[in-house]
């Protein structure tokens, strides 16, 4: 029991304390996968319902490296199979080694109450069951969003993936459920052979609103194309594999190498370096006929793989990305040769990161206008998650010539 919870503490502790991305923690090597697996997204999953229940019976507060053991305990208690008596013997064991002898009774008192402890009302209630701030929740209804729309969409089984340079037809014409995709890739039930096919470089797992940010420009074959925040190089190395002729950066030097290592895998060539987005490179400027712009964001297009989205989320947050947004697409309009093309995408759904940030890039660039890509708003189009598509807004701009 004791090697299960460390481990599971430590992968979950990775999310909740330290900032990684679930889906990155995920690709670690875990002796006891599927339990690590299932409590660490099943906590962040209710990260606002198990926090409320903390706080209710905790009102003093929690310090944060006990609060991940006692967050990861509460729902082993309520979603798992463990027995009661099992698991809080082994937390309350766990966490005196972790935190000292003290703090046994507190631990054991309040996993022994939490199942007693009435359900949340009112915004608590709502917080809890769409796992997110009250911030985000109105922010969604501001926008004319149904928040349980973008906050809990549809669940869906099935991958979506493309066939790369080395894949051919015949590698994947047995696998269950396969459909052609809008955005020219497929989709299909889960299956083992999907692993070593990627992996190979046969196909790559690619999400169909990644590929459309791409598909907006139209032909790229022997086009200079410039992909600004590019890690971990999906976008970049299908645009390679379209003929373009790509600069992929990154701002973090371990991203780039990310980048060389996807393309790598792929069998393609691009020039990867590190740069950060917000600062003009003078080399860059005039210098390429497609710019793309994947910026930072909230992320709440993606939260069916990214439940950790809305965690440690503060009401200042929508503001400070939207600065960010609109720095890095100020810098990378300069980067667009005469009559070249621009793509600015986020996956979120927020007008603050969408429509409001070409409106007021527009309002200050006259030489950009909107050109139309299956285009559903004033601004670009919005892709709304649904189990199958992620959220995603992808706005493709030309610059005059």
């Given at each position: 029991?004791?090697?299960?919870?460390?481990?599971?503490?430590?992968?979950?502790?990775?999310?909740?304390?330290?900032?990684?991305?679930?889906?990155?923690?995920?690709?670690?090597?875990?002796?006891?996968?599927?339990?690590?697996?299932?409590?660490?997204?099943?906590?962040?999953?209710?990260?606002?319902?198990?926090?409320?229940?903390?706080?209710?019976?905790?009102?003093?507060?929690?310090?944060?490296?006990?609060?991940?053991?006692?967050?990861?305990?509460?729902?082993?208690?309520?979603?798992?199979?463990?027995?009661?008596?099992?698991?809080?013997?082994?937390?309350?064991?766990?966490?005196?080694?972790?935190?000292?002898?003290?703090?046994?009774?507190?631990?054991?008192?309040?996993?022994?109450?939490?199942?007693?402890?009435?359900?949340?009302?009112?915004?608590?209630?709502?917080?809890?069951?769409?796992?997110?701030?009250?911030?985000?929740?109105?922010?969604?209804?501001?926008?004319?969003?149904?928040?349980?729309?973008?906050?809990?969409?549809?669940?869906?089984?099935?991958?979506?993936?493309?066939?790369?340079?080395?894949?051919?037809?015949?590698?994947?014409?047995?696998?269950?459920?396969?459909?052609?995709?809008?955005?020219?890739?497929?989709?299909?039930?889960?299956?083992?052979?999907?692993?070593?096919?990627?992996?190979?470089?046969?196909?790559?797992?690619?999400?169909?609103?990644?590929?459309?940010?791409?598909?907006?420009?139209?032909?790229?074959?022997?086009?200079?194309?410039?992909?600004?925040?590019?890690?971990?190089?999906?976008?970049?190395?299908?645009?390679?594999?379209?003929?373009?002729?790509?600069?992929?950066?990154?701002?973090?030097?371990?991203?780039?190498?990310?980048?060389?290592?996807?393309?790598?895998?792929?069998?393609?060539?691009?020039?990867?370096?590190?740069?950060?987005?917000?600062?003009?490179?003078?080399?860059?400027?005039?210098?390429?006929?497609?710019?793309?712009?994947?910026?930072?964001?909230?992320?709440l297009g993606v939260i069916s793989y990214r439940p950790d989205t809305t965690i440690n989320k503060r009401p200042g947050d929508i503001e400070s990305i939207v600065g960010v947004q609109k720095a890095i697409l100020n810098t990378a309009c300069k980067y667009v040769a005469p009559g070249g093309k621009l793509v600015y995408s986020t996956c979120s759904v927020l007008k603050a990161e969408t429509e409001e940030v070409?409106?007021?890039?527009?309002?200050?660039?006259?030489?950009?206008?909107?050109?139309?890509?299956?285009?559903?708003?004033?601004?670009?189009?919005?892709?709304?998650?649904?189990g199958m598509w992620d959220g995603f807004f992808v706005c493709l701009m030309e610059k005059d010539k």
């Amino acid at each position: 029991m004791e090697e299960i919870l460390r481990e599971i503490y430590s992968a979950l502790d990775d999310v909740l304390r330290k900032g990684a991305y679930i889906n990155i923690v995920f690709n670690g090597e875990f002796e006891h996968r599927s339990q690590v697996t299932f409590v660490v997204k099943g906590t962040v999953e209710h990260y606002f319902e198990l926090t409320y229940a903390l706080e209710t019976l905790a009102p003093r507060g929690v310090k944060p490296a006990l609060k991940t053991l006692m967050l990861g305990a509460m729902f082993m208690l309520k979603y798992g199979s463990v027995p009661d008596y099992a698991l809080v013997n082994g937390v309350v064991a766990l966490a005196g080694k972790m935190f000292g002898q003290g703090v046994k009774g507190f631990v054991n008192a309040v996993l022994k109450k939490f199942k007693t402890l009435p359900p949340p009302v009112g915004i608590k209630k709502e917080e809890a069951d769409l796992n997110a701030p009250e911030f985000i929740i109105r922010a969604l209804e501001r926008d004319g969003f149904d928040p349980a729309a973008v906050l809990r969409p549809p669940v869906n089984d099935n991958v979506h993936f493309r066939l790369g340079r080395k894949g051919k037809q015949d590698d994947i014409k047995d696998l269950k459920g396969l459909t052609p995709s809008e955005a020219g890739g497929w989709f299909s039930k889960p299956d083992p052979r999907l692993k070593k096919l990627n992996a190979d470089g046969a196909i790559t797992f690619i999400s169909p609103s990644s590929m459309e940010c791409v598909n907006a420009f139209g032909d790229i074959k022997g086009k200079r194309y410039l992909d600004l925040c590019a890690a971990p190089g999906g976008k970049a190395v299908y645009a390679a594999e379209k003929g373009a002729v790509v600069t992929a950066a990154d701002i973090y030097p371990h991203r780039v190498d990310l980048i060389k290592a996807y393309a790598r895998r792929m069998g393609l060539r691009l020039d990867a370096c590190a740069n950060d987005a917000t600062k003009i490179k003078n080399e860059w400027i005039n210098a390429f006929d497609c710019v793309a712009t994947d910026v930072p964001c909230m992320g709440l297009g993606v939260i069916s793989y990214r439940p950790d989205t809305t965690i440690n989320k503060r009401p200042g947050d929508i503001e400070s990305i939207v600065g960010v947004q609109k720095a890095i697409l100020n810098t990378a309009c300069k980067y667009v040769a005469p009559g070249g093309k621009l793509v600015y995408s986020t996956c979120s759904v927020l007008k603050a990161e969408t429509e409001e940030v070409i409106k007021a890039f527009l309002q200050h660039n006259g030489d950009f206008s909107i050109l139309s890509y299956k285009n559903n708003t004033e601004y670009g189009r919005l892709i709304m998650p649904d189990g199958m598509w992620d959220g995603f807004f992808v706005c493709l701009m030309e610059k005059d010539k």
